[in-house]
């Protein structure tokens, strides 16, 4: 990591998702809201947020965070057990936890990477489905672990596997690379390119995913109302970020979607977050923000900034 520019685009992939997720929170759970209706940052909804608290989504980042803060491989076994110990205290004490997530995480015969996957997959044989918007909506820090060059490989290994913890669906794990490689651009190059990860999705299901982008692009993100479902969610959060130009209006219309707003608005903001950087973040959202980052602590955007800034300076 070198130049401040790109260390403000790593800055803003993993503020403008935990500001789409405080601003999205207190909507959650609602029709889609029309354009009348301010989207505005503040208290309440179903699990009565406080002003600027963060959810699930950066709740289960932030443990990846914090991992390549401390200088760990991402796709090491041991890390990705840490992942799932820290996981699973979380979920034991958190209100928001996703129905899949929740599955997994209360499954597990013990808290190990080897013991989620395979609650994932039991999950997944009993259910017929596992398609849940729970594991890319903390592709931001997943991101941040390969910004050298050449490494979108390593990145794509990478997110499929964080991915595959709790989600057996591998559709999950396409859109996680998906995201994660757009973020990944973004952060080095400051520009939105969602194709750019398609070659690492097996061959298959390449014209699938295609073809949703472009619908993506085509309508709003209100028209992708089944939004816990990985596929909607990226759908919204794409439409989201087509079809606004400042951060600010992304995460807003991303918000407008109704259902997993803070979700939706989560995934949309890491992508468009890092396309335009932490700076361009509101100090009006951004001084209110904080939430659960551990075991009995509370983290605000400072101790974010600091995790990524550790974080990149690691980045292979
Ligand atoms: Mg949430």
């Not at 403008?16 to 609602?30: H, I, K, N, R, V």
């Not at 209100?222 to 596929?231: I, R, Y």
Request: with cysteine.
């Amino acid at each position: 990591m070198t130049a401040d520019a790109t260390l403000d685009r790593a800055l803003g992939a993993i503020l403008g998702s935990a500001t789409g997720d405080a601003l999205g929170a207190p909507y959650e759970f609602q029709p889609p809201l029309p354009s009348d209706n301010a989207v505005v940052m503040r208290a309440g909804g179903a699990f009565d947020w406080e002003l600027g608290e963060w959810t699930d989504d950066t709740s289960m980042a932030v443990p990846i965070l914090r991992a390549l803060a401390d200088g760990r491989e991402l796709t090491d076994e041991s890390t990705l057990d840490l992942l799932v110990a820290t996981w699973a205290g979380w979920a034991a004490g958190a209100k928001d936890v996703g129905n899949q997530i929740r599955a997994v995480l209360g499954s597990v015969e013990a808290p190990t990477a080897a013991s989620a996957r395979a609650a994932a997959r039991a999950i997944h044989d009993r259910t017929g489905r596992s398609g849940g918007n729970g594991s890319l909506m903390r592709t931001g820090p997943v991101a941040l672990a390969y910004l050298g060059d050449d490494r979108d490989d390593q990145l794509a290994t990478a997110a499929r596997a964080i991915s595959d913890l709790t989600h057996f669906d591998p559709e999950t794990g396409d859109a996680s690379v998906l995201w994660s490689l757009a973020i990944r651009h973004a952060i080095r190059a400051g520009e939105i390119d969602v194709h750019r990860g398609i070659r690492h999705v097996p061959f298959e299901r390449r014209e699938t995913w295609l073809a949703r982008l472009d619908e993506a692009e085509r309508l709003m993100p209100w028209d992708f109302p089944q939004n816990g479902w990985v596929v909607h969610a990226l759908q919204a959060a794409w439409s989201a970020i087509r079809h606004a130009e400042s951060l600010e209006r992304r995460l807003v219309l991303a918000v407008r979607c109704g259902n997993d707003t803070d979700t939706v608005a989560a995934i949309a903001g890491a992508l468009a977050g890092a396309a335009a950087g932490a700076s361009n973040i509101s100090d009006a959202w951004r001084r209110e923000l904080h939430g659960w980052a551990g075991p009995g602590e509370v983290a605000t955007a400072a101790h974010l900034e600091a995790w990524v800034e550790r974080a990149t300076a690691y980045a292979r």
